[in-house]
T-cell receptor, first 111, second 110 residues
Framework: AAGVIQSPRHLIKEKRETATLKCYPI?????VYWYQQGPGQDPQFLIS???????DKGSIPDRFSAQQFSDYHSELNMSSLELGDSALYFC??????????FGPGTRLTVT | GIQVEQSPPDLILQEGANSTLRCNFS?????LQWFHQNPWGQLINLFY???GTKQNGRLSATTVATERYSLLYISSSQTTDSGVYFC????????????FGKGTSLLVTP
């Protein structure tokens, strides 16, 4: 069965640079979620999209933005990166607000 | 948001032992999921269980929605069961975004 795809899997950036993370949800899933997991922490919700429209926001910094495109893939854009942005970023998708399926994550390291 | 408390925070077992992990939550939920995060960071879906009981091999889970708790049972533990187990819940007030507990870190020794 198709799973959630995220790219890249690993990313190294310097402070003040920008990064773009991509997510391809499971086909026919109508909702995409982004989560951030810092070292030793639990995942924290950032933002979600329902049928390509932003539906909810969590603890997403103003330096971050996201969108969902017509083909349902989503991108998380992160600017002016800080050391504290180093984390594992997960994308998840679901249908009818049911079970969420997580991608393998993108590990971002900011140096 | 919904508060999620997991216990115990840490657990060390010898291979073959059984264990029970608990998840308490503060509000009614539409979604409750158990995950296993492996040493490589992958979040693996174990159960989608907003209510009732499910079993999958050596693992089973029970959610008592009216009392706002869920239990994850691991039987005959194996070293590959090591990792962090997360409980996560959601409802319409959270926009259906998952609120995670702090996790139970499990180490199974040979």
């Amino acid at each position: 069965a198709a799973g959630v795809i995220q790219s890249p899997r690993h990313l190294i950036k310097e402070k003040r640079e920008t990064a773009t993370l991509k997510c391809y949800p499971i086909p026919r899933h109508d909702t995409v979620y982004w989560y951030q997991q810092g070292p030793g922490q639990d995942p924290q919700f950032l933002i979600s999209f329902y049928e390509k429209m932003q539906s909810d926001k969590g603890s997403i910094p103003d330096r971050f933005s996201a969108q969902q495109f017509s083909d349902y893939h989503s991108e998380l854009n992160m600017s002016s990166l800080e050391l504290g942005d180093s984390a594992l970023y997960f994308c998840a998708s679901s249908s009818n607000f049911g079970e969420q399926y997580f991608g393998p994550g993108t590990r971002l390291t900011v140096t | 948001g919904i508060q999620v408390e997991q216990s115990p925070p840490d657990l060390i077992l010898q291979e073959g032992a059984n264990s029970t992990l608990r998840c308490n939550f503060s509000d009614s939920v539409n979604n409750l999921q158990w995950f296993h995060q492996n040493p490589w960071g992958q979040l693996i879906n174990l159960f989608y269980i907003p209510s009732g009981t499910k079993q999958n091999g050596r693992l089973s889970a029970t959610t008592v929605a009216t009392e706002r708790y869920s239990l994850l049972y691991i039987s005959s533990s194996q070293t590959t069961d090591s990792g962090v187990y997360f409980c996560a819940v959601a409802n319409s007030n959270s926009g259906y975004a998952l609120n995670f507990g702090k996790g139970t870190s499990l180490l199974v020794t040979p």
